[in-house]
């Protein structure tokens, strides 16, 4: 099998969770932008109706809504992520040096990557606009994630 160095790994696995977010962040934009068009307008949209008389209009709403979802993914990335990409970082940082590619994540993080993938799927069945804003969230919070596995990729490129 391929052996790469720490920081090798430690930045592809990053480069996962930024291709993986710049999916889903436009996935999610377009998904509240459908929501929107005058073909869709018969659909149910239970967010942006509910924000609507409140914002000045369902185009005002789907602006705070995408506002929202991307604080929230904000949040996410930087302080529940962070504890995993942390955890992860470690884990690599403890394997010997170079470290065979096979070993960039625990079998515990592949189950959970994919209970993530089936929750995706289920998600398909809710209205656009909360899709969207799922989207737009898991996606900004994923590459606020892949921003702090690139910034101990750099230190460990670093100290090495």
């Known amino acids: 099998m391929f052996k790469v160095s720490h920081s090798a790994l430690i930045f592809l696995s990053g480069f996962v969770w930024l291709a993986v977010g710049c999916f889903l962040l436009p996935l ?6 459908e929501a929107l068009l005058k073909e869709n307008a018969n659909l149910s949209h239970p967010v ?14 789907a602006i705070v809504w995408i506002t929202f979802a ?9 302080k529940v ?3 995993s990409v942390n955890r992860s970082v470690n884990r690599i940082v403890s ?15 592949y189950l959970l990557l994919g ?9 398909r069945y809710t209205t656009q606009d909360i899709r969207g804003g799922i989207d737009i969230a ?9 921003v702090l596995y690139f910034r101990q990729a750099w230190l460990a490129r670093r100290t090495a």
């Open 138 to 146: 898991i996606g900004s919070a994923l590459i606020n994630g892949a």
């Open 81 to 83: 992520f962070a504890k």
């Open 48 to 61: 942006l109706n509910f924000l609507a008389p409140y914002v000045g209009g369902i185009d005002s709403a």
């Open 28 to 33: 999610g934009l377009n998904f509240v932008a």
């Open 115 to 123: 209970s993530m993938v089936l929750l995706g799927v289920l998600v």
């Open 95 to 109: 394997l010997p040096n170079p470290a065979n590619l096979s070993k960039i994540y625990t079998p515990s993080y």
């Open 70 to 78: 991307l604080f929230v993914g904000f949040l996410k990335g930087r």
